[in-house]
């Protein structure tokens, strides 16, 4: 599921270039939009599917021991994250030097994410999430992660804190991301209920067949609400939870054939950082392959081809820095 749902923003960010060209309307070029418009609507699901992850490691699958454990974990995120933030930076740079832009940008990364690495939004609330999963599963095992707590505390009050300052001076508050959402907390509690659920819930061909069919329902429904209400749907859209949870049940407890499960657990080690890389990868490949003018098998083939061009890089680079021994500094 790691590994599906890395592609499955690399497929959403791509389908996002494409519907760019197209002025995210029909009449820019009609191949073009459905087909991006069904890429983006079926990879809706995949953010909501982390969380859902998240949720079932903290609370089911590996329940943190103490506080020491919790901030070893969200080292391993907030490290990458911080390194990958000042290569997008530099990044910025290079293509567009104006040290006060950049300057500007690096102070923001502080409080929430910036344009050059818009995608790290979903670290931003990963972290407050993991935390107060990690807070509850610890007070729930009796232990007192007093650290754990004043920091969590100190996120929630962050954001009227900055409001009162900036107040104070005259200035406007920049935008504070360390905070999760509702939506979010739902899909991890969700998430660790349905990937706990006993194997006579989810296993057998009927069942995951009926899944399945509900999930090409959702995904119907999220392309259609993109398509006549808003674009990109809300991950706290009314589809996106039935489209999400039915993939989630449909891939639960699938049999991986023993030959493929090692390079399945590399895949999935590297998936975290081809996640944080891809955007470079997209944003070079993307000049070379967006266009509005095209049919549908035209369409078809050059969203697929940025989507595995993307996806190789993405992990290849990332299998190699973790063989390299960089994996703790870039994910």
């Not at 006549?228 to 489209?243: I, T």
């Not at 990332?318 to 703790?328: I, Y």
């Amino acid at each position: 599921m790691r590994v599906l749902c890395s592609i499955g923003v690399i497929v959403c960010h791509s389908a996002g270039q494409f519907l760019n060209a197209v002025g995210r309307e029909p009449a820019g070029g009609r191949p073009v939009y459905w087909v991006a418009l069904a890429g983006d609507g079926l990879s809706r699901c995949a953010v909501p599917l982390f969380f859902a992850m998240a949720g079932w490691v903290v609370l089911c699958g590996a329940p943190p021991r103490d506080g020491a454990q919790v901030r070893r974990r969200l080292t391993r995120i907030v490290v990458p994250m911080a390194v990958w933030t000042a290569a997008y930076l530099v990044w910025q740079w290079t293509r567009h030097p104006d040290a006060r832009d950049v300057l500007r940008l690096a102070c923001q990364s502080l409080f929430g994410s910036i344009q050059p690495a818009f995608h790290l939004w979903y670290v931003y609330a990963y972290v407050p999430v993991i935390a107060v999963l990690s807070l509850a599963a610890l007070v729930r095992a009796g232990k007192r992660p007093y650290g754990l707590a004043a920091a969590f505390t100190a996120l929630a009050l962050a954001p009227t804190l900055l409001d009162d300052v900036a107040g104070l001076f005259h200035r406007k508050a920049p935008g504070f991301a360390w905070e999760p959402a509702p939506y979010q907390l739902a899909y991890a509690a969700a998430g660790a209920l349905l990937l706990a659920l006993p194997p006579s819930a989810t296993t057998g061909r009927r069942r995951r067949l009926l899944w399945l069919a509900g999930g090409m329902g959702g995904w119907a429904a999220v392309v259609a609400y993109e398509h006549v209400v808003h674009y990109p749907s809300p991950y706290a859209g009314v589809f996106v939870p039935f489209l999400a949870g039915a993939l989630l049940m449909a891939l639960n407890r699938i049999t991986v054939p023993v030959r493929f499960r090692p390079l399945l657990s590399r895949l999935g080690a590297a998936a975290f950082g081809a996640y944080l890389a891809h955007l470079m990868f997209l944003r070079a490949l993307a000049p070379h392959l967006v266009t509005a003018h095209t049919g549908w098998l035209g369409a078809a083939g050059l969203l697929a081809l940025l989507v595995a061009g993307t996806t190789a890089l993405s992990f290849a680079a990332s299998l190699l820095w973790t063989r390299l021994g960089l994996g703790r500094w870039l994910g």
